[in-house]
């Protein structure tokens, strides 16, 4: 079964998401969701390794995303050739242990990227925290959009959806 968590066709959809940058620990990296007249989101901006900067982020405020025995999450998406992560938070705070998992989306054109829920690892600040408990999808409370893994210069996601399958 598959739950819509967001829709992007609804330009209201990317009020809820906000920028969170290197500028958090002095870089100088922008990023910003925005809406697309064609009916999409665009996750876009500049990663720059300046004052030791390098990713890009966006991040839904605070809500109940959290659903039982999901499987894997799904994006529609456009891509332009670089690797995003798709994170996850079981809590409501700005630092703590994020759950990521990278994709690289066909550049170009639109498909669905399909990432399973067990494939999402916990990390703190870029580094992996190996005693953390697996993801538990029931105790969602954010998600977000990254750019990193020392990818600079200009960068365009397209995202028609973000979805939810469940067994």
Same mark, same amino acid.
């Given at each position: ?18 920028? $969170?940058?290197? /500028? ?10 925005? @809406? ?14 300046? @004052? @030791? ?33 798709? @994170? ?71 995202? /028609?959806? $973000? ?5």
């Amino acid at each position: 079964m598959t739950s819509v968590l967001f829709d992007f066709s609804d330009p209201r959809s990317v009020a809820l998401w906000n920028p $969170i940058n290197d /500028r958090v620990m002095g870089g100088v990296s922008h990023s910003q969701l925005r @809406n697309d007249p064609a009916g999409h989101a665009l996750f876009c901006g500049h990663v720059s390794f300046e @004052n @030791n900067g390098g990713f890009a982020s966006v991040r839904c405020q605070p809500g109940d995303f959290g659903k039982k025995e999901v499987i894997a999450y799904l994006l529609e998406v456009c891509g332009d050739g670089k690797r995003y992560k798709l @994170n996850l938070r079981t809590d409501e705070g700005f630092d703590g242990v994020v759950y990521q998992v990278g994709f690289i989306p066909p550049t170009g054109q639109w498909a669905t990227c399909r990432l399973a829920s067990a494939d999402f690892l916990p990390s703190w600040r870029g580094r992996p925290v190996p005693d953390a408990a697996p993801l538990d999808t029931s105790c969602v409370r954010q998600i977000g959009l990254m750019i990193a893994d020392r990818q600079a210069g200009p960068f365009g996601l397209a995202v /028609r959806s $973000i979805a939810t399958e469940s067994a």
